[in-house]
C-alpha cells in the first residue's frame, strides 16, 4: 500500500487528519479529568466512596470539610455508618431487616438499604462531625459495579440539609403560633361575647317587662322603651356579625350539613320579615312549593341567610317597593333562590366593593342602620355550606341577590314532638311545678323571678353557685332545672354532670341560660347533656316556650313519688 493510502486509512470518519482526531481524544480527556477534579474537589458536596465491605475508599474535600475529619483519618478506616446517628442507623437496620427477612451485620447498616442488585437510595439522616457536632443531609447511595455486574462498592453523594430544615422548624414554629393565636382570638372572642351580653340581658329583658307591664307605660315611658329596644336589640345585632366574621375567618364555624326543607325554613323567614316589610309599606310574594325541595345545609345558617337577604331587600326598599321570592332549578343539582327588590340599584363600582367588611357602600349617611358585615357573612356561609352567592343590580331598577345551594333527598320523617309542644293551660288545682335557677348575677335572677311570676303554674327556686345548685336538685326535686354556665366555683357544665351522675337527679331536664353564643360553647354544653341552650340576652317567647317542652318532658313529683313507694 502507498504512503498516500496509508495516511488515508488514518483518517477518521470526518476526513480529519490521525494527528487531529489524536489532539481531540487528548482534549476531552484533559477535560473529562478536569470535571471530575472539580466534583472530587467540590467544597459543596460530600462524596463518599466504600468497597464492597463497606470500608470508606474515598473522601473528597466537601465531605472533609462538611464532616471535620481528613480523609486520611477514615480512608481504609471506618465505614460510613461510624459517622452517622447511631440510633437512626439502628432504626433503619431493623427496618431493612423486617424488610428484606435477614439480619444486616454489624458495619453495613448504611450500606444495605436494598437486597436487590439494582441498589439506588435517598434518604435523609444525621451527620456527626469529628468535633461531636451534628447536622442533617440528604445522601444519595449507589451502588458501583464492575464489567460483570458484581458491586465492587457504594458511592455516597451528600448535601447539608440544615437550611432546609431551620426553614421547615421556623415553618412549624409559625403555623403552632398562629393555631395558639387563633385558639386566643376564638377564647377571647368568647369571653368578649359573655361580657357583652351580660348587661345587654339586663337591659332587653327589663325593658320588655316594663313594656308589657301593668300597669301599661304611659304613651312617653313607651317611645323611650321603644328606643332602649331598638338600640339594644341592634347592639345585640352588631355583637353577633362581628362574632360571626371573626369566627369564620379563623375557621372556627362548625356546621351540620343535612337535608334541609326550603318550603319550612321559607315559611319561618317569612313570618319573621312580613310584618317589618308591613310597616315599611313594602310588599312581599313568596314561592309556592308544589313539590318539596331539600337543599344539603345547615339549617339554622340557611335561615341566617335568607333573613339577611330579605330584611336588606326591605330595608334599602322605596315606600310602596316590593319583594319578590323566586326558587328556579339550576342544573344539574342545585336550586337557586332569589330575592329581587324595588330600591335604588347599585352602580358597577359599588358591585364591585359589595363585599368588603364594614364598606356600606355610601349608605352611612342614610336613614338605615346597618354594620356592613352582615353581607360579607353572609356569603362566606353560603361558600361554606358549598354554595355560590350572587347580586345582579341596575341603578333606578332595583337588586337581584341569589344563592344556589345542593339538592339533597329528603330526610326519614321524624316528627319532633319536643318542638311542637303547645303550652299546657292550667287549671284550678293544677300543682304547682318547681323551676330551679343556679346564677350568681341578681339581675339574671330577678329577670327570670319576674317572668317565672306570670306563669300561674310555676315556682322558682335559686340558688347562687353550682355547689348549692346542686343540693337544691338533691332535696327538693324541681321539675326543671336553668342553669348559668360560668359560675362561681364549679361550672355550669360540671354541675350539669353530676345531677347528671346522680340517680335522684338524672331525670330532671336541665336548660343552659348562658350569656356564651359561640357555636363551639353551645355545642360543648349539648354535647355534654343539656337539655337546651337559650342564650342571654332573653327572648321572652323563646324562654316561655322552651320552659314547655322541657316540662312536657319532666317528670311530674307525684309521679316520682308513687315510683318509689313501689319501690
Not at 237 to 256: F, H, M, Q, R, Y
Not at 468 to 477: P, S
Not at 495 to 501: G, V, W
Not at 506 to 530: M, T
Request: net charge negative; proline share 5%.
Amino acid at each position: 500500500m502507498s504512503e498516500t493510502g496509508n495516511d488515508c486509512a488514518l483518517a477518521d470518519e470526518a476526513g480529519q487528519p490521525d494527528g487531529t482526531a489524536e489532539a481531540r481524544r487528548r482534549k476531552a480527556l484533559l477535560k473529562a479529568g478536569a470535571l471530575q477534579n472539580a466534583i472530587l474537589t467540590s467544597a459543596n458536596f460530600s462524596i463518599i466512596a466504600t468497597d464492597e465491605k463497606g470500608v470508606i475508599q474515598l473522601f473528597n474535600v466537601g465531605a472533609e470539610r462538611m464532616l471535620g475529619y481528613t480523609a486520611a483519618e477514615v480512608v481504609n478506616r471506618i465505614s460510613p455508618s461510624d459517622i452517622h446517628d447511631p440510633q437512626e442507623v439502628m432504626a433503619r437496620a431493623r427496618a431493612l431487616s423486617l424488610e428484606l427477612a435477614t439480619t444486616i451485620a454489624p458495619g453495613f447498616e448504611a450500606l444495605a438499604f436494598k437486597a436487590s442488585r439494582e441498589i439506588q437510595d435517598i434518604y435523609e439522616l444525621t451527620y456527626i462531625c469529628k468535633d461531636g457536632s451534628r447536622f442533617p443531609a440528604v445522601v444519595s447511595i449507589t451502588a458501583l459495579r464492575d464489567d460483570y455486574g458484581d458491586i465492587i462498592g457504594y458511592l455516597l453523594i451528600g448535601t447539608d440539609n440544615s437550611v432546609r430544615k431551620r426553614v421547615e422548624s421556623e415553618l412549624n414554629d409559625a403555623m403552632a403560633a398562629a393555631e395558639k393565636a387563633n385558639r386566643a382570638k376564638t377564647d377571647f372572642l368568647s369571653g368578649m361575647s359573655h361580657e357583652l351580653r351580660t348587661p345587654l340581658n339586663a337591659i332587653l329583658g327589663f325593658a320588655q317587662l316594663m313594656e308589657s307591664g301593668s300597669p301599661s307605660p304611659t304613651p312617653s315611658q313607651k317611645r323611650n322603651l321603644e328606643q332602649i329596644l331598638k338600640a339594644g336589640w341592634y347592639l345585640l345585632e352588631l355583637i353577633n356579625e362581628i362574632l360571626d366574621l371573626a369566627l369564620i375567618e379563623s375557621g372556627k364555624v362548625t356546621l351540620s350539613r343535612e337535608p334541609v326543607s326550603l318550603a319550612e325554613v321559607m315559611l319561618e323567614c317569612r313570618a319573621m320579615i312580613e310584618p317589618q316589610a308591613q310597616k315599611r309599606g313594602v310588599g312581599m310574594t313568596f314561592p309556592r312549593f308544589e313539590s318539596p325541595f331539600f337543599v344539603k345545609a345547615d339549617r339554622t345558617r340557611v335561615k341566617q341567610v335568607l333573613i339577611n337577604l330579605l330584611f336588606n331587600a326591605v330595608k334599602y326598599n322605596k315606600p310602596g317597593g316590593a319583594v319578590a321570592v323566586d326558587c328556579t332549578l339550576s342544573p344539574p343539582d342545585s336550586i337557586r333562590i332569589s330575592v329581587r327588590d324595588t330600591g335604588a340599584g347599585l352602580a358597577p363600582e359599588q358591585l364591585a366593593q359589595l363585599y368588603q367588611p364594614f364598606n356600606r357602600l355610601g349608605k352611612e349617611a342614610g336613614a338605615e342602620e346597618g354594620t356592613g358585615i352582615g353581607l360579607v357573612v353572609t356569603k362566606r356561609l353560603v361558600e361554606l355550606m358549598g354554595g355560590v352567592l350572587g347580586a345582579d343590580s341596575a341603578v333606578g331598577v332595583g337588586s337581584v341577590f341569589w344563592i344556589e345551594l345542593s339538592l339533597t333527598a329528603a330526610p326519614q320523617v321524624a316528627v319532633r314532638e319536643a318542638e311542637r309542644a303547645v303550652r299546657p293551660q292550667v287549671s284550678d288545682g293544677t300543682p304547682l311545678r318547681t323551676l330551679l335557677y343556679v346564677e350568681d348575677n341578681p339581675a339574671n335572677l330577678e329577670l327570670v323571678e319576674q317572668l317565672v311570676a306570670r306563669r300561674p303554674d310555676l315556682r322558682m327556686l335559686s340558688a347562687a353557685d353550682g355547689n348549692l345548685g346542686i343540693e337544691f336538685a338533691r332535696t327538693c326535686q324541681p321539675e326543671v332545672i336553668l342553669m348559668d354556665i360560668n359560675l362561681p366555683g364549679i361550672s355550669g357544665i360540671e354541675a350539669m354532670s353530676i345531677l347528671r351522675a346522680d340517680p335522684s337527679t338524672a331525670h330532671i331536664p336541665i336548660i343552659a341560660l348562658s350569656a356564651n353564643a359561640v357555636p363551639r360553647d353551645i355545642e360543648k354544653a349539648l354535647e355534654a347533656g343539656f337539655f337546651n341552650y337559650l342564650t342571654k340576652p332573653i327572648k321572652v317567647n323563646q324562654f316561655m316556650d322552651a320552659l314547655d317542652v322541657a316540662l312536657k318532658f319532666a317528670q311530674p313529683a307525684s309521679g316520682r313519688a308513687a315510683e318509689k313507694q313501689e319501690a
